[in-house]
């Protein structure tokens, strides 16, 4: 895989959901409150999980990068790491927009159990993609596949650093879908 298209790519997404996020941002809270079901996450929500579980793999990001990523010279390609891959690949939205595998959130990713969520969740959110993207800017100058971070899971599942960017981005991409059904639920309820 060409690191620089995977960079370019992964930048693209992030700008993406960064300009969505933006629009979101400045709905009416009605909207943003909305729960489409009982046991449903709102608007809100969903930017405070991605938040939370996206955040473990930008800080970890964060600290080989500064450890680690100027004394390694640049390789143009990635070669994802066999679980890393699948993983991300797993969190990937299909094609036409159906979700592979659903699964249960973990008790520490899920907002309305820990500190729930505010219009903060989405100014944070942001915030996370914007240090994303200038990690990945640096990523150009480096070596992704000799950079490990841990996973949401703990120290006992690393992924290689370029992996660590593609698994948090496909997750959010997941979760916009979700946002996006959200959204529409929510329409009519301001």
């Avoid at 938040?51 to 970890?60: A, D, E, N, P, Q």
């Avoid at 390609?77 to 299909?94: A, E, H, I, Q, S």
Wanted: with cysteine.
């Amino acid at each position: 895989m060409d690191a620089i298209t995977l960079i370019d790519d992964l930048s693209a997404t992030l700008r993406t959901q960064m300009e969505r996020a933006r629009i979101v941002r400045a709905m009416p809270a009605g909207t943003l409150l909305h729960r489409p079901g009982p046991e449903k996450w709102n608007a809100l929500e969903i930017f405070e999980h991605m938040c939370l579980s996206s955040g473990i793999y930008l800080r970890g990001l964060e600290r080989v990068f500064d450890e680690r990523a100027n004394a390694l010279p640049f390789n143009a390609d990635f070669k994802p790491g066999l679980l890393g891959d699948y993983f991300t690949k797993g969190m990937l939205p299909k094609a036409d927009g159906t979700i592979r595998n659903r699964m249960k959130t973990m008790r520490m990713f899920d907002p309305p159990r820990n500190s729930g969520a505010s219009q903060e969740s989405i100014d944070r959110f942001i915030d996370l993609c914007e240090r994303f993207s200038e990690l990945l800017e640096r990523a150009r100058k480096t070596d992704l596949n000799r950079m490990k971070v841990s996973s949401s899971l703990g120290p006992i599942l690393r992924f290689k650093a370029g992996d660590a960017f593609r698994f948090p981005v496909a997750h959010q991409q997941r979760h916009f879908l979700q946002l996006e059904r959200t959204l529409q639920t929510g329409q009519g309820a301001h």
